[in-house]
């Protein structure tokens, strides 16, 4: 149901008025709050925890790439590529 939600563009009916005929209107958009100073985009923010959770994993695999891709969820292969790319070989 959510899945055709999703691909309707008029008002979502709610499964409990379905056979009573009443719409429900679907929540206004919420505004994006803009902060004083924000100046990093949502890509780079990414990249910095995704560095920031290599690093931890990293750190606590003793050095290990194998355990450290292992405990974020990371293809190894994955992993070696970006530790090349944030350089975090030592």
């Known amino acids: 149901m959510a899945a055709l939600a999703a691909l309707h563009e008029g008002p979502i009916i709610e499964e409990i008025a379905l056979g009573e005929g009443r719409e429900v209107a679907p929540a206004p958009p919420r505004p994006v709050q803009k902060r004083e100073g924000f100046a990093t985009s949502i890509g780079a923010e990414i990249k910095a925890l995704e560095r920031a959770r290599m690093v931890e994993a990293l750190a606590a695999s003793g050095g290990v790439q ?4 292992q405990l974020i969820g990371m293809p190894l292969r994955t992993f070696v590529l970006k530790v090349k790319q944030y350089g975090l070989q030592a």
């Open 66 to 69: 194998k355990h450290a891709a």
